[in-house]
């Protein structure tokens, strides 16, 4: 299922970046990790957590190149790079972030191997077999089209690289209420993990590994509306009362979809 939709992200992620590093706890904006009957106390945050387990399945070390599309605020890819010694070009359309992530590179000593430029995963700008992996990361759900971007990053990967795509997927069929209310507020292309397979083997690639993180989209939801509550007044002063009211509407209509209708995805695939 595709929903249609003209939404400016690039926009959006301009417009209310300080609020989603509140929501999100700092600059990872994908999923917290928090897998059952883990143990909580490892000292990592649970967003690093989530793109540790994604670093385990990039087999990438000093010398290589890896495409980061929507890299957010940089922090996915300099974790990455920091880890295995490769070199990371990010992409976003939001230009705020591009900078803020150029800015952390350039604060952390990095900028010799990260390196964050605008630009749109439909259409990209590097030649054919650039990269030896490619990351896509919390970004799938906002495009209505999986298969154009499949497509580009098989272009660029070379033969035999690696893709990892993570994002929200849908594990039951919505209503038509539940599809309306969703893109009424935060409009995602909602594929299932199977389809979203099908769809790469479409492009070309193989797929070696789909993960289901059960339970991690309502974890997720729930410490949006936490962190929320505790930065209520700090959220009030740099936005207003009526948008705070507004999020805690959003989140509640969707805390019901996001428990038994999503869940978090990861499909690994290969060139
Ligand atoms: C939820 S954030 C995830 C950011 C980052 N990958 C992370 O995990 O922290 C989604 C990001 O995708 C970017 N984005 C949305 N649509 C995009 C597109 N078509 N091409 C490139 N970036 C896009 C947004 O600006 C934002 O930075």
């Known amino acids: ?3 249609e939709n003209h939404f400016d992200f690039g926009a959006f992620y301009n417009e209310y970046g300080e609020f989603l590093k509140i929501l999100n706890c700092g600059r990872n904006l994908h999923a917290p990790l928090i897998l059952e009957g883990q143990p909580e106390d490892d000292g990592i945050e649970p967003g690093d957590r989530m793109t540790d ?3 385990k399945r990039t087999p990438v070390s000093a010398g290589q190149s890896v495409l980061d599309l929507g890299c957010g605020l940089g922090q996915p890819a300099l974790r990455l790079a920091r880890t295995t010694g490769c070199s990371v070009i990010g992409i ?9 992530a150029n800015q952390l590179a350039q604060a952390e000593g990095m ?12 259409e990209l700008n590097f030649p054919d077999d650039t990269f030896d992996a490619v990351w896509i990361f919390s970004v799938m759900e906002h495009i209505p089209e999986p298969l154009t971007v499949m497509r580009e990053v098989y272009r660029v990967l070379r033969s035999g ?10 594990k039951n069929p919505l209503s038509e209420e539940e ?3 969703l893109k009424a507020n935060m409009p995602v292309s909602l594929y299932s993990l199977t389809e979203y397979a099908e769809l790469l083997e479409k492009a070309g690639f193989r797929v070696e590994e789909k993960v289901d ?10 410490r ?10 700090l959220i009030v002063e740099k936005y207003s009362s009526e948008f705070v009211e507004e999020w805690h509407r959003m989140l509640d209509g969707m805390e019901a979809i996001f428990q038994e209708k999503l869940s978090y995805g990861l499909c690994v695939a290969e060139s």
């Open 111 to 122: 900028t010799d191997r990260l390196q964050f430029q605008y630009g749109d995963a439909r």
């Open 1 to 3: 299922m595709t929903s």
């Open 92 to 100: 976003n359309v939001s230009r705020n972030q591009v900078e803020e």
């Open 161 to 170: 690289g690696r893709f990892l795509m993570a994002n929200i997927v849908r």
């Open 213 to 222: 993180f059960k339970g991690t989209t309502a974890t997720w939801i729930q």
């Open 179 to 181: 599809t309306l209310f």
């Open 224 to 233: 949006d509306k936490e962190q929320i509550r505790k930065n209520h007044d």
């Open 53 to 55: 387990f994604l670093i």
